[in-house]
């Protein structure tokens, strides 16, 4: 019976967590680019007890934004970002606009979600955050040097949070 809003919600990781929490009941909030009305009519018939769909690009600052507004208005039991985008090759030949994307959502669009939904759980004291991070934090492989750095910052942010967060 949790409220649970779910960045990239729509494939991979994302969809799988959705469904699972369908089925014990949740109440889906499905942060995702387009309305996909197959996927909220499979977590209904999972047995969420409702599927809502915000549709927005996390990829710009005024889509965050607006998410984080919608969220305020919203009871937020858990977040989980998850929302993210991967982005490979030599340096130098990784378009910088895709560089720039990929950190806003891996980065930035997750911690401005975090912001936005902590005073609420504080509040109530009671709440979770779940942050999608990769091999790649801790893995540094050539070819992935924005994409790691991107999920080490996760990490990272996530690891400072669990500490300030701790009592």
Same mark, same amino acid.
């Given at each position: 019976?949790?409220?649970?809003?779910?960045?990239? #919600?729509? /494939?991979?990781?994302?969809? $799988?967590?959705?469904?699972? *929490?369908?089925?014990? @009941? &949740?109440?889906?909030?499905? #942060?995702? /680019?387009?309305?996909?009305? $197959?996927?909220?009519?499979? *977590?209904?018939?999972? @047995? &969420?007890?409702?599927?809502?769909?915000?549709?927005?690009?996390?990829?710009?600052?005024?889509?965050?934004?607006?998410?984080?507004?919608?969220?305020?208005?919203?009871?937020?039991?858990?977040?989980?970002?998850?929302?993210?985008?991967?982005?490979?090759?030599?340096?130098?030949?990784?378009?910088?606009?895709?560089?720039?994307?990929?950190?806003?959502?891996?980065?930035?669009?997750?911690?401005?979600?975090?912001?936005?939904?902590?005073?609420?759980?504080?509040?109530?004291?009671?709440?979770?955050?779940?942050?999608?991070?990769?091999?790649?934090?801790?893995?540094?492989?050539?070819?992935?040097?924005?994409?790691?750095?991107?999920?080490?910052?996760?990490?990272?942010?996530?690891?400072?949070?669990?500490?300030?967060?701790?009592?």
């Amino acid at each position: 019976g949790a409220n649970v809003l779910i960045t990239g #919600a729509n /494939r991979g990781i994302g969809k $799988a967590v959705a469904k699972r *929490l369908a089925e014990d @009941g &949740a109440h889906l909030y499905l #942060a995702i /680019r387009k309305n996909d009305l $197959a996927l909220v009519t499979e *977590l209904k018939n999972a @047995g &969420a007890s409702e599927v809502e769909v915000i549709e927005v690009d996390l990829s710009t600052r005024v889509g965050v934004e607006t998410l984080a507004a919608k969220m305020n208005q919203l009871k937020i039991d858990i977040l989980f970002n998850n929302a993210g985008l991967l982005t490979g090759g030599l340096l130098e030949d990784q378009p910088l606009d895709d560089i720039y994307s990929m950190l806003q959502v891996n980065i930035n669009a997750l911690i401005h979600l975090s912001h936005a939904v902590l005073p609420q759980m504080l509040k109530r004291k009671k709440g979770l955050i779940i942050n999608h991070s990769s091999v790649s934090a801790v893995m540094h492989l050539p070819c992935a040097s924005t994409y790691a750095a991107s999920k080490a910052a996760v990490l990272a942010f996530t690891n400072c949070l669990r500490q300030e967060l701790k009592d």
